[in-house]
């Protein structure tokens, strides 16, 4: 699913990971269910879940919940959007599509998967789909979401100012 | 019992909003339901663990997905009579400002109901209900009807 990304951005502003990946591992959501990043690059990004039974959604199956993936999926999208944009852009979801495409086998480990296809200077589109641990090419969901960029600060309230 | 059949307990003894108690993640996220005005409601209160990103002091989006996805099943449930439980086909959720550290509120709406799908939208908002943080669509599935035996 790998394509050629153009950047808006000066090719001097580069993403920086180490700082995004301490951002995420920090979340107090992402700690919360033990969401974990795994890969954080150009091309993708990929993050991991471990199958817990606070997380199911259909206790007669012990799938998981939907709000769980969806979750999985909205925090993979943004990181492949984070690892490539300027260090400091802060990124907020504008809207995302979930597919549930059939439920998660119970007790395996869930992955996210998601690449970030189009940039413009104040959107960032992203797809991807999530599967269980080992098993890409059966997919449990597939995504896409929009992400609107702000140039600075991760998160930060610049009160609509920008530099 | 099944989900199902602890599901139309609760539905024939009109205790639906007790039937976040039956589903693990929903207590996990500490989401829950209640009638005010006639409406059926749910609310996800705010946690300190519910922050996605800390610098702007916000929720997880992917929470209030959760939120909106779980508001729609409950109110699918209220409103069509099966004896097994609906399945969820997708949803399209819409983010329209950030989610404060405050509570969430969401309500649902049957757009249309076939004899095999129903599309229901959902609002979820902060202050009041003019003013939303989020919107969702959700398609469910839904299993054959009841035969009716009389």
Redesign the interface.
């Known amino acids: 699913m790998t394509n050629k990304v153009t950047s808006p951005f000066p090719p001097e502003l580069k993403p920086d990971i180490e700082a995004v990946l301490h951002?995420y591992a920090?979340?107090?959501?992402?700690?919360?269910i033990g969401l974990k990043s795994v890969v954080a690059d150009a091309d993708k990004a990929v993050m991991k879940i471990a199958y817990d039974?606070?997380?199911?959604?259909?206790?007669?199956t012990g799938a998981?919940?939907?709000?769980?993936v969806?979750?999985?999926?909205?925090?993979t999208g943004a990181l492949a959007v984070l690892a490539r944009v300027p260090a400091g852009t802060?990124v907020?979801?504008?809207?995302?599509?979930?597919?549930?495409l059939r439920p998660a086998i119970p007790k395996l480990d869930l992955i996210g998967e998601s690449h970030c296809f189009r940039i413009t200077p104040n959107i960032a589109f992203s797809r991807g789909t999530a599967f269980e641990d080992g098993k890409p090419d059966d997919p449990v969901a597939n995504f896409v979401a929009t992400y609107m960029l702000k140039p600075v600060?991760?998160?930060?309230?610049t009160g609509g100012k920008q530099p | 019992m099944?989900?199902?059949d602890d599901i139309a307990k609760l539905r024939a003894e009109e205790r639906l909003t007790e039937v976040i108690d039956?589903?693990?993640?929903?207590?996990?996220?500490g989401v829950h339901a209640y009638w005010e005005d006639g409406q059926l409601l749910a609310r996800l209160p705010y946690r300190?663990?519910?922050?996605?990103?800390?610098?702007?002091n916000?929720f997880?989006?992917?929470?209030i997905?959760?939120?909106m996805?779980?508001t729609a099943f409950m109110h699918l449930l209220h409103h069509v009579e099966r004896n097994r439980?609906p399945k969820?086909?997708?949803?399209?959720?819409?983010?329209l400002r950030?989610v404060a550290p405050t509570d969430v509120i969401a309500s649902g709406a049957i757009v249309r109901q076939g004899a095999r799908v129903a599309n229901v939208r959902v609002r979820a908002w902060q202050k009041t209900w003019d003013d939303p943080v989020a919107t969702c669509d959700v398609h469910f599935l839904l299993p054959k009807p009841r035969k009716q035996t009389d």
Do not use: C, K, Q
């Open positions: 951002f920090t979340s107090p959501h992402h700690r919360a039974p606070r997380f199911v959604g259909n206790p007669d998981l919940h939907g709000g769980i969806t979750t999985l999926l909205d925090s802060a907020a979801t504008l809207d995302l599509r979930i597919d549930y600060g991760i998160g930060m309230d | 099944s989900l199902a039956l589903i693990p993640y929903a207590r996990f996220i300190d663990d519910h922050i996605g990103n800390y610098t702007a916000i997880h989006g992917g929470l997905g959760a939120l996805e779980h439980l969820i086909v997708n949803i399209s959720a819409n983010y950030p």
